[in-house]
């Protein structure tokens, strides 16, 4: 079995800044693409930023020049730094991992969720 758990959230003003944290652990094999989601009330959950195994990026044009994933593959974590937060930032912050595993003599690679980090923006 493999978990997701983030860490991290909290409330800031306008500005501010805050550093989420996601630590996989369970029976990994390996780590491929890990990245952030992010859902407010009432909006669809949405891609803010991932990063492949090899660290290739990708972010969402809203978070472009003021988030940073990162990830450290020894300790199964993937970070995610966000900075000059706006109200429109708040809402329950994701992990995804795709993660494989070994079932016997054969792996699995299967798509992981945590189960959500609240980011609350003061104005």
């Known amino acids: 079995q493999v978990q997701l758990v983030e860490s991290g959230g909290g409330l800031v003003q306008a500005g501010g800044s805050l550093r989420l944290a996601c630590v996989a652990s369970?029976?990994?094999?390996?780590?491929?693409?890990m990245a952030w989601y992010r859902q407010a009330p009432g909006k669809q959950r949405e891609l803010v930023a991932s990063?492949?195994?090899?660290?290739?990026?990708n972010y969402a044009d809203s978070v472009k020049g003021r988030f940073t994933i990162s990830r450290d593959n020894a300790k199964n974590t993937v970070y995610l730094q966000t900075n000059s937060l706006e109200p429109g930032d708040a809402a329950v912050y994701y992990c995804?991992?795709?993660?494989?595993?070994?079932?016997?003599?054969?792996?699995?690679?299967?798509?992981?969720w945590g189960q959500g980090t609240q980011v609350t923006v003061s104005s």
């Open positions: 990063i492949t195994s090899g660290g290739s990026t």
């Open positions: 369970g029976s990994i094999f390996r780590l491929d693409d």
């Open positions: 995804n991992a795709q993660v494989t595993v070994l079932r016997g003599m054969s792996r699995r690679t299967d798509n992981y």
